[in-house]
């Protein structure tokens, strides 16, 4: 059966049966989309009108174009982002943020397009590619042809193992985008950021380009990490509260002393509304316990949940890792260096004062940890 499907206004026929992508893709109609899989996110649209199998993938009015298929007539309708391309350069800088978490800055030959939020996939030379969010610094700077990562060092990592010593600066980089549906878009009422570990680098992300362009909106933070010492990025909570946030926390599992609060970021988030946006990033099991209580508050939420990579290296790759893999592993203590967290811990705090806090729940029963991103493949996309 031939069905006419409309997409941002514009029409192509179809069958019925075909996934929105693919009618797209037959039409000369990009749907942004990466994984096809179900995973990324990066293709979910607005059904407007008509018939659409969601093939279980609906969250209020919108589907995963990927994964639902055509059933009739139908209007669809998706956010515009800056079209996939590619870029090369180099890398500049490798720090060290944490003992886990490492601040990696690549120098671009020229500009790549992206909405706060969205991610890349990153090629190191000699290895294979892998997705990660370009962010700032941790004192909210970034320049405009630099990518920043954060990058969790996980024990036996394919990359994050190798940053600082196969992997140094001037490395050849190539990367590739942008995806991803968690991005900051116009829009009114409150904004909650809520990330775990590496999850940091898209929120903190958002945070810095809404407190750019919609100063306006109120923001709440909630930010953590298993442990103390890797509770990264609290030299950015404390500038986001020199900026005029009123409602930060930062917390986290084992050894939380001072302001940083016991526990996990889901025992804080402010009660939800209809108003509210939330943004989630990190392991899996924070993103679905945020992604339900949205659903249930009917709050907009965008989620960036980080999945293990299923990728292995090619056979170049590996040829390639074995010729600049050096006798002696250690890393340069030139090249990776730390970074000082700086900034008065005691800042890192304000209760929330917008919403009673929610209690722990069985909902929020922890999880095993996901891998860092650069094992890492994340349903961002």
């Known amino acids: 059966m031939t069905c006419t499907l409309i997409i941002n206004g514009q029409s192509v026929e179809a069958s019925a049966g075909e996934t929105l992508v693919d009618a797209a893709l037959g039409g000369w109609i990009v749907v942004p989309h990466d994984c096809r899989s179900g995973q990324c996110e990066s293709c979910r649209v607005t059904v407007l009108s008509g018939a659409v199998d969601d093939q279980g993938t609906a969250e209020g009015r919108t589907v995963l174009a990927c994964q639902a298929t055509i059933a009739g007539n139908a209007e669809i309708a998706f956010d515009e982002v800056p079209a996939e391309t590619k870029s090369s350069g180099s890398i500049t800088e490798i720090s060290s943020l944490s003992p886990e978490v490492i601040e990696v800055v690549v120098a671009l030959q020229s500009p790549l397009d992206y909405r706060a939020g969205q991610y890349l996939r990153v090629k190191f030379s000699g290895f294979p590619a892998r997705e990660y969010s370009p962010t700032c610094r941790l004192d909210g700077s970034s320049g405009h042809s630099e990518l920043v990562f954060h990058i969790r060092r996980l024990p036996g990592g394919l990359i994050s193992t190798q940053l600082g010593r196969t992997i140094g600066l001037g490395h050849k980089v190539q990367v590739r985008g942008p995806f991803g549906n968690a991005f900051l878009r116009e829009g009114e009422g409150p904004l909650v950021l809520v990330a775990g570990g590496t999850g940091w680098a898209p929120v903190w992300s958002v945070a810095q380009a809404a407190r750019r362009s919609q100063r306006h909106r109120e923001m709440v933070v909630v930010a953590g990490s298993r442990d103390f010492e890797n509770l990264y990025m609290r030299p950015s909570l404390n500038w986001l509260i020199d900026d005029g946030v009123r409602h930060v926390v930062a917390?986290?599992?084992?050894?939380?002393?001072?302001?940083?609060?016991?526990?996990?970021?889901?025992?804080?988030?402010?009660?939800?509304?209809?108003?509210?946006?939330?943004?989630?990033?990190?392991?899996?099991?924070?993103?679905?316990?945020?992604?339900?209580?949205?659903?249930?508050?009917?709050?907009?939420?965008?989620?960036?949940?980080?999945?293990?990579?299923?990728?292995?290296?090619?056979?170049?790759?590996?040829?390639?890792?074995?010729?600049?893999?050096?006798?002696?592993?250690?890393?340069?203590?030139?090249?990776?260096?730390?970074?000082?967290?700086?900034?008065?811990?005691?800042?890192?705090?304000?209760?929330?004062?917008?919403?009673?806090?929610?209690?722990?729940?069985?909902?929020?029963?922890?999880?095993?940890?996901?891998?860092?991103?650069?094992?890492?493949?994340?349903?961002?996309?």
């Open 251 to 381: 917390t986290c599992e084992f050894g939380a002393t001072g302001p940083v609060r016991p526990g996990r970021p889901t025992h804080y988030l402010p009660l939800l509304g209809l108003e509210d946006t939330v943004f989630v990033a990190g392991p899996t099991g924070l993103v679905d316990a945020v992604k339900r209580k949205s659903r249930a508050a009917a709050a907009r939420c965008y989620a960036d949940p980080f999945l293990p990579s299923v990728q292995t290296p090619s056979l170049i790759d590996r040829v390639m890792h074995m010729l600049r893999t050096p006798a002696d592993q250690s890393g340069d203590a030139n090249v990776l260096s730390p970074r000082p967290l700086g900034g008065a811990l005691d800042r890192v705090l304000g209760p929330l004062t917008r919403h009673r806090p929610a209690q722990p729940s069985a909902a929020n029963a922890r999880r095993p940890a996901s891998p860092d991103r650069s094992v890492m493949r994340r349903d961002p996309g």
